[in-house]
């Protein structure tokens, strides 16, 4: 079971690096912030309010989270050890420093462990200064981003100097990141008290061989707490042993209702890795398919009955976030007669511009799009040309 995880862990990594390295390529205008389902619940409140997207977000991001929202009802904090890549440098992170013996998993025993209610404010802090702010506040200090996008785009100088920092911390202290202070892993963990998912209860039989406990990356004591309901807990199944005299075995447990209330339904190991799958293929399917925009601008409620329209649908170059779309629809857009609506998915770089054939037609809007803006000095009174925005393809 260990071997396919690591399989699929490593295959998910290869292809965040494979995208970091088409986008810096210029092979794809996609980066890793596009599949991101914490950008999804970053901009959550911004769209509620506004019904549309905080910065480079889009519908990917939000289909993502609820994708993955669903698997945290059905298998618990899965995502976290099977799927994220921060997850899985935290989890070789400690292996390593396991070797090298300068780990200290005991740690998690201690009052330090009390710590790890910091992530429920820094989700809180989150959510409400990314609303505030209208903009994705948390990308220099977001490992994700800093370490796999190699996007200079709102890094600060220190940011790198951060991840340097929270990398050598997780050496010392297993998984730093992710139970003291990762807001994405504090929401999962408040979906998680609704899933019936857990694992066997071994406390009232444990003959104390600790092998579970040995195996588990998150340094769980299983014997100490009713470890089947832990926040802590990610389902790696490391813990699962065949040779454990207890057998655990994953359960399918109503939560909260007494142990006594009703019969736990056991179910097959091999359930987790197979859900796990599963949505991930599904959460990217839909949401490549099934796309909503960053944002969308109607300039012509109802178009006349003469009007014949037509679609542009094109990657432009600039149109990296909402605010970018926002200029080059006021700036140009909105100036060109005979145009209806116009769509930004800011994660792809891509515009789709609805638009009355009669009036304008793609060449037009092509050579206006590439053609700049003009300002003017307010002190020198000089006047200059800047070109945010390139038409690079045209489909």
């Known amino acids: 079971m260990q071997y396919l995880r690591h399989f699929l862990q490593t295959v998910i990594l290869i292809i965040v690096v494979s995208l970091t390295y088409r986008n810096a390529s210029g092979l794809t205008k996609c980066t890793v912030e596009t599949f991101c389902p914490a ?10 309010a506004n019904k ?36 899985t440098v935290c989890e070789l992170m400690k292996k390593i420093s396991d070797k090298l013996g300068i780990s200290r998993k005991k740690i998690w025993d201690s009052p330090f462990r009390h710590l790890s209610i910091l992530k429920y404010f820094v989700l809180i802090a989150v959510l409400y200064f990314s609303y505030k702010a209208t903009d994705l506040i948390f990308r220099p200090f977001c490992p994700y981003y800093v370490i796999f996008s190699w996007q200079t785009h709102e890094v600060m100088w220190w940011s790198k100097w951060l991840m340097v920092s929270l990398i050598s911390l997780t050496m010392i202290v297993p998984f730093f990141w992710c139970k003291i202070l990762c807001p994405f892993g504090a929401f999962l963990i408040l979906i998680r008290k609704f899933s019936p998912f857990a694992l066997s209860d071994i406390s009232s039989n444990c003959d104390n061989c600790s ?7 998150q340094s769980i004591d299983l014997k100490k707490s009713d470890f ?6 990610t389902t790696c199944l490391s813990c699962i042993n065949k040779q454990c ?39 990217v399917g839909i949401s490549l398919n099934f796309q909503l925009p960053t944002i969308r601008i109607d300039y012509v409620k109802t178009p006349d009955s003469t009007c014949k329209i ?86």
């Not at 480079?56 to 890549?85: D, E, K």
């Not at 089947?228 to 807990?233: A, I, K, Y």
């Not at 075995?249 to 359930?271: C, D, G, Q, R, W």
Request: one cysteine or more; glycine letters at 6%; charged letters at 20%.
């Open 39 to 48: 950008g999804g619940l970053e901009g959550l409140p911004f769209y509620f």
């Open 310 to 395: 037509n679609t542009m649908n094109a990657i432009v170059k600039g149109v990296r976030c909402r605010g970018m779309a926002n200029t080059l629809s006021s700036e140009m857009i909105s100036k060109i007669p005979g145009i209806l609506s116009m769509e930004a998915y800011a994660g792809e770089q891509r515009v789709i511009i609805s638009f009355d054939s009669n009036k304008t037609d793609i060449e037009k809007i092509t050579n206006i799009i590439n053609s700049g803006t003009e300002s003017t000095d307010k002190k020198t009174g000089k006047k200059s040309r800047k070109y945010p925005f390139k038409v690079e393809k045209v489909e």
């Open 245 to 283: 005299p207890n057998h655990i075995k994953p359960e399918i447990k109503i939560p909260f209702l007494p142990k006594t209330a009703l019969k736990a339904i056991h179910i097959p190991t091999s359930v987790v890795p197979v859900l796990v799958i599963v949505f991930f293929s599904i959460g």
């Open 228 to 233: 089947s309901r832990t926040s802590d807990c």
């Open 211 to 217: 092998k579970c406990a040995e195996n588990c990356p």
């Open 52 to 87: 549309s997207f905080l910065c480079a977000t889009s519908g990917i991001n939000l289909i993502l989270l609820i994708v993955f929202l669903i698997l945290t009802l059905l298998v618990a904090r899965a995502f976290c050890s099977w799927i994220c890549p921060i997850g």
